[in-house]
């Protein structure tokens, strides 16, 4: 099968991938009074007495909105509003089918963050939490941050923390297997955008002292003025050695290399100045920065991806719709780097000690428990 052309003809027959389906039936009068004038009434003066009501009486606690401005799609770049359109209509399906969260996917013809930082708190009355989605970096960091201090509901931006729980629950199970710790082992992280940020933050927050992060340009150093605001705090934080250089020199010596950066650029020459065991994390789609066979053929230990066609796979699915179902339950307001943790600890949990092998390391995005482990992480 053409995956590529099948997507295009499913997508232009069906216009799209979500619909909007009432919940009650309007087929009288008497249902029409009920569900609008003069019988909406009711709810809507009620809400106006205690705001706290729209929870009951309307969709606002089981719904969310996935908002992007695309600029920032995976694989694509700086496509528009309507390009990266698909993606959160996507997004919104995978909300529903995985976790029965409804979600509307929003595309906004603004790239200023201050100006959606303002349209998403003028629409936020209606949802329960905002799914930020394909939003360039630095500016998504802003708008998060933003949001998060603003808003009673929770924000949360998929390219960051989808991946970054997603990576720790992998690192996780992975360091059982060659028997290292956190604290202990040296990551150079490659690509210095959304994701390889967040995914130092949140690695440092579970215990890691020695991550190394790269761009094009090289290994971050602290006092680079040359680094975005983002960049120059994760760069205080990180490379306490000070190591200098580009790529194949960087990466020598590491125990984990994580790429979330584009493919090819890894070689099995590379892999074999890593230390025994190493761990590859080649997540450029859809091309990985290392093939899985390249990355054996150079001594790598355990190689994982982004893709389903490989082994391992590390996918952000195995991490939003569980969030939200969680967030929205639980009316929790602020996802902390705890909740991050515990669903990062509950995911590589559902891997049995019996099981888990170099093969192995990270449950399948349609285990039927994932959501349920994220959820709960959320509720402790």
Not at 76 to 83: N, R, S, V, W, Y
Not at 238 to 253: A, S
Not at 287 to 300: C, M, T, V, Y
Request: a negative charge; hydrophobic letters at 45%.
């Amino acid at each position: 099968m053409d995956v590529k052309q099948e997507s295009l003809r499913l997508h232009k027959e069906k216009m799209g991938e979500i619909e909007i389906k009432g919940k009650f039936n309007v087929e009288n009068k008497e249902d029409l009074s009920i569900v609008y004038t003069p019988g909406v009434a009711a709810p809507c003066l009620e809400i106006a007495a205690d705001k706290e009501k729209v929870y009951d009486y309307t969709l606002k606690g089981r719904t969310i909105a996935v908002i992007t401005n695309g600029t920032a799609v995976l694989g694509l770049g700086d496509i528009g509003p309507e390009g990266g359109l698909p993606v959160v209509e996507a997004k919104a399906l995978l909300h529903k089918e995985f976790a029965g969260v409804d979600a509307f996917p929003i595309a906004l013809n603004e790239n200023d963050p201050d100006k959606i930082v303002e349209i998403c708190k003028s629409i936020a009355p209606g949802f329960g939490g905002i799914h930020l989605e394909d939003i360039k970096a630095p500016e998504c960091f802003k708008i998060e941050e933003r949001l998060i201090k603003e808003l009673d509901i929770p924000v949360y931006h998929d390219d960051q923390h989808g991946t970054s729980i997603a990576v720790l629950a992998g690192l996780f199970n992975s360091l059982k297997i060659v028997d290292k710790k956190i604290e202990d082992i040296k990551i150079l992280i490659n690509g210095a955008g959304a994701s390889g940020i967040a995914i130092a933050k949140l690695l440092i927050a579970a215990g890691a002292k020695n991550i190394v992060l790269a761009d094009i340009n090289g290994a971050l150093v602290a006092g680079d003025n040359s680094l975005n605001e983002p960049q120059k705090e994760i760069a205080a934080m990180t490379n306490k050695e000070r190591e200098v250089g580009k790529l194949e020199e960087i990466i020598k010596n590491k125990d984990v290399f994580i790429g979330v950066s584009v493919g090819n650029i890894v070689t099995k020459e590379m892999i074999q100045t890593m230390n025994k065991d190493s761990i590859i994390f080649a997540l450029a789609n859809p091309i990985p920065e290392i093939l899985p066979s390249e990355a054996k053929k150079g001594g790598a230990r355990i190689v994982s991806t982004g893709r389903g066609d490989f082994k391992n796979q590390v996918n952000n699915l195995l991490v939003f719709p569980g969030i939200f179902k969680g967030a929205l339950k639980g009316r929790v307001t602020n996802i902390t780097d705890e909740m991050k943790i515990n669903a990062a600890k509950g995911i590589a949990s559902l891997i049995s000690s019996k099981d888990l092998n170099e093969d192995n390391i990270i449950p399948s995005v349609f285990n039927k428990e994932v959501v349920d482990v994220v959820a709960n992480s959320l509720l402790k």
